[in-house]
Each structure stands twice: as structure tokens, then as C-alpha cells.
């Protein structure tokens, strides 16, 4: 993955995170705020319910004790009952009063068919009705004001701060019993609605509840803070996961082999400068003294013999050092451990272990790969180091020129039987008297090199059954090295 998607993929892990974090919590509290509303919404409906059946009592106490008109007894049911504004009593042989008579007449026919209180004016947005009782001598009307006939004290919102807007409806006319919020302080469609009408037979008015919402009723304070908190957990995360990167990175560095060789070659190298002495000075030593013995009038030609057969012996001795040197740096033994590998993933974990260092030398890559490219014949380990010492010397040949010119090819496609893998550079390039000589061991032109990759990537890659040749390029224009190996 490119570092900027990798970017990308922590912020979207961040945003998706805040996300579920804040809705879990706006879903929380709405899921409380409605359980309220709810509750609230059933204990209204209980408490008005209530109410009007009290109507219904009243009424037909009247009805059955029957006081007499005029008495006073009815009238004095509004002291006691302040919602209750006015007790109307018809004799049969009498009339409702005029300016309301039409009304009455038509609920009290009404209430005598069905036995029982029947609403009547219904224009309910005044707040207030009649309800009448149809009895024998006398009928009944109470004049009833909503108003007073709030049950405030069983009332389960605060009527003056409650947010929720409570009315009752009835035949298209409705009264506000409590305002509510504002309209312009909340979200045009966020409602909540409970409408339910009330457990009264003579007074069936529908109690509506609407419950508007705002965006401040949400708790943003928790929301941003699990916000701020997941950005901080998945901050820590990320660069635990960058520290685990690049250990292994550097562990995977070292496997390849850079520094871990690097040593071993080292002991190697004293090893065999150590080996290579004694056998070296014993030649010279013998070959001054036969020439001294040859020098000498007469020459003694037989301990010159047996000095030169000794020196003969010293020089086999060195040629065997360095004869096991050699069989130690090719691995025949490659050739049986070949196995099928995909090339291009190779390719790509090289360039992954060395990301960081083409990142801060500024080098781009381009890599070209041949979809479908079988899999190649070789030691995966082997291959590993082939592909990163090419791509350590390109980065080290480019090191010497200026930062704009740096660029990486990479290459890799099918040749024949064969898999073609192509780096080339943008480097110092190799001269000409050079080009002959870069796969010998110990040829070097870095101050520091060993002068040793090369000869050693060549021999891999002909154990391997494959080769790695220096293509031709112009001097001073980069470098281009081919790595062919059998396919699978
Ligand atoms: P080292 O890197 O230790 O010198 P190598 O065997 O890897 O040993 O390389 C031998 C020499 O070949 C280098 O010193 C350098 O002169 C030359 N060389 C190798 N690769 C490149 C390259 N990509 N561009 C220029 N010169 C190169």
C-alpha cells in the first residue's frame, strides 16, 4: 500500500470510528428522551381520562338526587369544582335559555336516546363545552372550562417549561393546553407524536403530544470527546504499528542479509587472510632460499630442488584456501533448493523492505509488471538477495546525482522460457574499463564497498540455473542490469 493511502485509510478508520462512537450515543440518549416522552405521553392521557370521567360522576349525581331548580344546591357545584362555570337544570315543561338552546336541545335528544352525557358546542377551540344529561324531571348542562380543568398537580411535564406541545381535538376544532417549545427553535420535520384519545365515553377529545427536537438536545459534549479519545487511541495504534514496521523491516533487512553478511564476510575475509599467510610467507621464504642456494659458486642445485618442490607445495596449499573460498560463495547446493516463486512479489517485498530509503533520497520508482507472469524457478532467499543488492546498488549510484534525476525502473516480464527482471537507474552510470569487471569478487569503486554483491548475486543466479548480466547503456546515463531465471 502507498504511504497516502495508508493516510487515507487511518482517517477513514478514524471518521468510521467517531461515527459508530456518536451515533451509539445520540441513539442512546433519543432512546431515553423518548422512553420520557412516552411515559409522560401515557401519564397524561391517564390523569385526563380521569378528569373527564369526574364530569360524568357529577352529572349523574345530578341526575339521580335531582335538587331542586332554584335551590342553589346545583350552582354551588362551581365553587366546588372550578372547572365547572355554569349547572344549567330544565324542567320538562321549561326551555335552555334562548341564546343556547339550539345546542342543548340537539345533546339532550342525543343523550336521552343513548342514555348517557353527550358533549355539545363544540367549538372546542374557546376551551370550553357543554356537556348534557337528559333525566327525569329534571335535564342537566355544565358549562366546562379545559382551563381550569388541567389536573396541573397530577400533571407529569412542567406545564410553562416542557418542551412537549399538548392539545385536544375534537371535530376539527383543537385547544392548546400546553405550548411547548417554540417553533423556531427546533428541526422543521424532528417530531415525536402521541395522539390518543381519551377513556370518556361523552367527552372523546383526542390528546395530542408533539415532542419537537433540537440538535442541542443531543449529547455533542460526549460525541466530540469519544471523538477526540478515538483519534488519540488510533494516533497511539498507528505508531505502534509504524514501530512494529520498522522492526521488522530492519529485522528483514537484516535477514536479507546487508549487515549480517557484511560480518560474516568479514570474518571470512581475516579467515582467509589468515589462512593465506602462512602458506604465502612459507613460498617466499622457500623461493629466496633456492634462489640463494642457486646464487652460491657452485650453485646446490639439489636443496634448490627441495626448497622450490616445498614451495610448490605452499602454492597448492593457497590455491586450496582459496579453491574452498570459492565452492563457500557459490552454493551448488542452490540447485536442489530451487522451488517455484513468484518473481513480481519478490520484487515488490525488496522494494518494501527499502521503501524508507528511497523515500528520503527522493528516488521514484516505476514498476512495469507483465500480468500473469508464471512463477520462476528459484531459492526464495537467494532470489530475495539478488533483487536487493541490485536495487542497493541503484540506490547508491544515484545517491551521486542531483535529487530530480533519480528514478527507478523495474521491469518484469516473460522471455522465452525464460522470466526477465530489468533494473535500471538513473545513477553515475558504469564506465566503460568498469563494465568488464563488476561481477569479479573485490571489485569495488565505493569507498567502503566489499566489491562483493555483484559477484555473488552472479553466482546465485547461475546456481539458480538463471544469470545476471549488465546490459549496455550509454556512459554516464545510469545502469542496467538483467536478472533471467527458468520458469516454473
Ligand atoms: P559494492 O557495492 O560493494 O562496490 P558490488 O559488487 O555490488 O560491490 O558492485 C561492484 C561495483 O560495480 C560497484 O563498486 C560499482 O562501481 C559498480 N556498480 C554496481 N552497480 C552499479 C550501478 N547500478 N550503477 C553504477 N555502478 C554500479
Given amino acids: ?169 375534537h371535530a376539527g376544532a383543537s385547544f392548546v393546553i400546553q405550548q411547548g417549545r417554540p417553533e423556531s427553535e427546533t428541526f422543521p420535520h424532528w417530531r415525536w407524536v402521541a395522539a390518543k384519545v381519551l377513556a370518556s365515553a361523552s367527552q372523546p377529545l383526542e390528546l395530542v403530544l408533539e415532542r419537537p427536537l433540537t440538535w442541542r438536545e443531543l449529547p455533542l459534549v460526549a460525541m466530540v470527546s469519544w471523538s477526540l479519545v478515538a483519534a488519540l487511541l488510533l494516533a ?48 617466499l621464504a622457500n623461493t629466496q632460499a633456492a634462489r640463494r642456494l642457486l646464487d652460491e659458486k657452485p650453485p646446490d642445485v639439489g636443496t634448490a630442488r627441495d626448497a622450490m618442490a616445498q614451495a610448490a607445495h605452499q602454492a597448492r596449499r593457497a590455491a586450496d584456501v582459496v579453491g574452498r573460498l570459492r565452492r563457500l560463495v557459490e552454493r551448488p547446493e542452490l540447485a536442489t533448493q530451487v522451488q517455484p516463486v513468484a518473481l513480481g512479489s519478490a520484487v515488490q517485498e525488496a522494494l518494501y523492505l527499502l521503501e524508507p530509503e528511497l523515500q528520503r533520497r527522493s528516488i521514484q520508482t516505476e514498476v512495469i509488471a507483465e500480468p500473469d507472469l508464471p512463477l520462476v524457478q528459484a531459492e526464495p532467499v537467494a532470489l530475495q538477495q539478488i533483487i536487493h543488492n541490485l536495487l542497493m546498488n541503484a540506490v547508491q549510484a544515484m545517491e551521486l546525482v542531483s535529487p530530480a534525476r533519480r528514478k527507478l525502473h523495474l521491469r518484469w516480464q516473460r522471455q522465452g522460457t525464460q522470466a526477465l527482471l530489468v533494473v535500471r537507474d538513473t545513477g553515475t552510470g558504469i564506465t566503460s574499463e568498469a563494465r568488464a569487471r563488476v561481477f569479479e569478487p573485490f571489485f569495488t569503486t565505493r569507498e567502503g564497498g566489499l566489491g562483493l554483491g555483484l559477484s555473488l548475486s552472479h553466482s546465485l543466479a547461475e546456481a539458480m540455473g538463471g544469470s545476471l548480466l549488465l546490459a549496455g547503456s550509454p556512459e554516464g546515463m545510469g545502469a542496467e542490469f538483467h536478472l533471467l531465471l527458468p520458469l516454473a
Wanted: proline share 5%; with cysteine.
Fill in 1 to 169: 500500500m502507498k504511504p497516502n493511502m495508508r493516510r487515507y485509510s487511518w482517517l477513514a478508520l478514524w471518521l468510521t470510528c467517531s461515527a459508530v462512537g456518536a451515533g451509539w450515543l445520540a441513539t442512546n440518549r433519543l432512546a431515553e428522551l423518548r422512553a420520557d416522552f412516552d411515559t409522560d405521553a401515557r401519564i397524561a392521557h391517564r390523569v385526563l381520562s380521569q378528569r373527564m370521567a369526574q364530569h360524568d360522576a357529577i352529572l349523574a349525581t345530578l341526575a339521580l338526587l335531582q335538587p331542586a331548580k332554584g335551590s342553589g344546591d346545583a350552582e354551588r357545584l362551581s365553587a366546588l369544582y372550578p372547572q365547572i362555570l355554569e349547572v344549567l337544570q330544565r324542567p320538562e315543561q321549561e326551555t335552555w335559555p334562548a341564546a343556547i338552546a339550539p345546542t342543548l336541545n340537539d345533546a339532550e335528544a342525543t343523550s336521552r336516546h343513548t342514555r348517557r352525557a353527550v358533549l355539545a358546542n363544540e367549538n372546542l377551540s374557546s376551551g370550553r363545552y357543554w356537556l348534557v344529561l337528559a333525566a327525569h324531571p329534571l335535564s342537566h348542562g355544565l358549562l366546562i372550562d379545559l382551563k381550569a380543568a388541567m389536573p396541573w398537580g397530577e400533571w407529569p411535564m412542567d406545564g410553562a417549561a416542557s418542551a412537549v406541545r399538548a392539545t385536544l381535538v
Fill in 236 to 283: 497511539g495504534l498507528r505508531n505502534l504499528w509504524h514501530q512494529r514496521v520498522a522492526r521488522q523491516r530492519a529485522e528483514e533487512l537484516l535477514r536479507v542479509g546487508q549487515v549480517a553478511r557484511l560480518n560474516t564476510l568479514g570474518e571470512l575475509a581475516a579467515g582467509m587472510a589468515h589462512e593465506l599467510n602462512q602458506p604465502l610467507t612459507a613460498l
